[in-house]
């Protein structure tokens, strides 16, 4: 006969096997984001707050050169599976590296920029392709 435990874990494992089977493909990539931040000790972008000192890990999703006539800037959108950060370089046409679907870590001071989080010139990292 099965212990408390013991069938404790079996639901756990059915209720997990079931919402494997119902979650979007979205759903599912967010948590794993998620879930692989929270292994490396990043914090979730959803709670950050302008001012704050962050290292944020995930992916992104776009990868945009904006020419300007006095500063060219390269934006890049990181999703963390809880919330989109904007990653803004300045003076940058190009980094090697930095394109749509690559992982990466980004540290730096969130801002705020027309209402949505933004690191400006972030120190990045970028993590090995799977």
């Not at 998620?34 to 962050?54: P, Y």
């Not at 934006?75 to 904007?86: H, I, K, M, N, Q």
């Amino acid at each position: 006969m099965a212990t408390d435990s013991e069938s404790a874990v079996g639901e756990r494992g059915l209720r997990k096997f079931l919402r494997r089977l119902t979650a979007s493909d979205a759903e599912l990539d967010a948590e794993e984001l998620q879930r692989d931040a929270k292994q490396c000790g990043s914090m979730a972008a959803l709670t950050c707050q302008r001012g704050q000192i962050v290292r944020l890990k995930g992916r992104l999703r776009t990868v945009v050169y904006t020419p300007r006539t006095n500063l060219p800037t390269l934006e890049a959108e990181l999703f963390d599976g809880s919330d989109l950060v904007t990653l803004v370089w300045l003076g940058r046409r190009h980094i090697a590296g930095i394109e749509p679907g690559r992982a990466i870590t980004a540290k730096g001071r969130i801002a705020l920029r027309e209402g949505r989080k933004v690191l400006y010139n972030p120190y990045y990292e970028l993590d090995t392709p799977r």
